[in-house]
């Protein structure tokens, strides 16, 4: 009569869940070092990404005396103040340099429901390169053009008017003359999609009108704008143009590869202490496991006794026992993916509702098949020392030893 061949996997399944607790606990404690490691790979790479995005090739960006990251957070990420305003001459000056090959001067202080009005000239479309799905671009002061985002959220459309607020926060003062939407830019995942867009006029009328100043009618000499966003002509305006900008009396130049160098070396403290968290899980589950294991081993003795008898080999017993790690590293990887995405949604969703960095659930990173990769090859690791027990069981021994 012919025996039916052993069905490892299912054997294994069935002794991975003969401790349903334990392999609960193991399950979770393997998942959530697996997760928070990939959750710092999605947020840190998408974050990234989106700094790079939002710089848009700017070099140099100009704004009054104050602290260099403070300008780089308003002027470029739009996350912060200004420090102050500046002449509108200095860009005049900064366009005469012959180390300058582009200078676009930006005015901010007022914001649509939380979305920042920018005041700028044309030249900010070209410098993002920027197109439009409706409408055209502005053509006199108080038209607007609308980011993705804004449109999507306000359901602002060509033609219709909208009234700016004085301030980024909620329930500043309203300005009395309305801008007009002549079109909405197309999407493109930066902070473009959260932004206004205006000629600088429209800024100096709004202000004026509101009672911040004179009117826009005035000499250039009295008007003053945010912050001023260069590109370098070639490389040596690198050394030579901050230190001439921070020489003029109430200048300051803020260079955005420094700053951003700063800025994620703050963030990656905190980066580094949930790296640390998730190593320090996955490093417990892998000591759980190995534990859970040598007593399975141990308790099981007679079992695999009965096995080796059956006719299963040493191999097959030991590969029996590393099975179980296998299957539970396979359904931890699973849990950690759907974990990882669904917490980088989350905070997607709390930073979209404060108009910051955008982050999203579906990015798809090439780092994450080294999850499932990590998740057997600890599995694997801590299988190893009770596999081996399992292949040395000495079958005679067992049998006579009595119970």
Avoid: C
Avoid at 17 to 23: D, I, K, Q
Avoid at 60 to 66: E, I, P
Avoid at 96 to 125: C, E, K, M, N
Avoid at 255 to 279: H, I, K, Y
Wanted: net charge neutral; glycine share 10%.
């Amino acid at each position: 009569m012919s025996r039916a061949p052993l069905n490892l996997p299912r054997l294994a399944w069935r002794y991975l869940w003969a401790r349903p607790m334990l392999t609960a606990l193991n399950l979770m404690l393997l998942s959530l070092g697996l997760a928070a490691i990939g959750f710092v790979v999605l947020v840190s790479e998408q974050m990234e990404q989106g700094l790079k995005r939002d710089l848009g090739g700017i070099d140099l960006v100009v704004g009054a005396k104050g602290s260099p990251m403070q300008i780089l957070l308003a002027g470029v990420f739009h996350l912060d103040q200004s420090t102050g305003n500046i002449p509108l001459a200095t860009v005049s000056q900064l366009r005469a340099q012959p180390l300058v090959a582009q200078a676009v001067p930006i005015s901010l202080g007022d914001s649509f429901q939380g979305f920042r009005i920018v005041g700028t000239t044309g030249d900010y479309l070209s410098l993002y390169q920027l197109s439009l799905t409706q409408g055209q671009a502005w053509k006199a002061p108080m038209q607007a053009l609308v980011g993705a985002e804004v449109a999507r959220r306000s359901g602002l459309k060509p033609g219709d008017r909208f009234h700016g607020t004085h301030g980024l926060a909620s329930g500043g003062d309203e300005h009395e003359e309305a801008y007009e939407v002549t079109g909405v830019l197309a999407p493109t995942g930066g902070v473009v999609d959260r932004l206004v867009l205006t000629d600088l006029a429209s800024v100096w009328e709004a202000h004026a009108a509101h009672g911040h100043g004179e009117a826009a009618h005035q000499d250039e000499a009295s008007l003053e704008v945010s912050m001023v966003l260069v590109r370098y002509r070639s490389p040596l305006a690198a050394v030579m143009l901050p230190r001439w900008v921070n020489a003029q009396p109430g200048l300051q130049a803020s260079v955005p590869a420094l700053e951003t160098a700063r800025l994620l070396s703050m963030v990656g403290v905190g980066v580094d202490v949930l790296r640390g968290f998730g190593g320090v899980l996955l490093l417990a589950a892998a000591l759980s496991v190995l534990v859970a294991l040598l007593h399975a081993v141990r308790e099981r003795q007679g079992d695999l006794a009965m096995l080796r008898m059956l006719g299963a080999t040493p191999t097959r017993v030991a590969a029996l026992i590393a099975m179980e790690a296998l299957m539970l590293a396979a359904l931890a990887t699973v849990l950690a993916l759907v974990l990882s995405h669904a917490l980088t949604a989350g905070l997607g969703a709390v930073l979209a509702q404060q108009q910051s960095v955008r982050i999203s659930g579906a990015w798809m990173s090439a780092w994450e098949t080294l999850v499932p990769a990590l998740a057997l090859g600890l599995a694997l690791l801590a299988a190893a020392w009770p596999a081996w027990r399992g292949y040395r069981l000495d079958v005679t021994e067992l049998l006579q030893t009595p119970r």
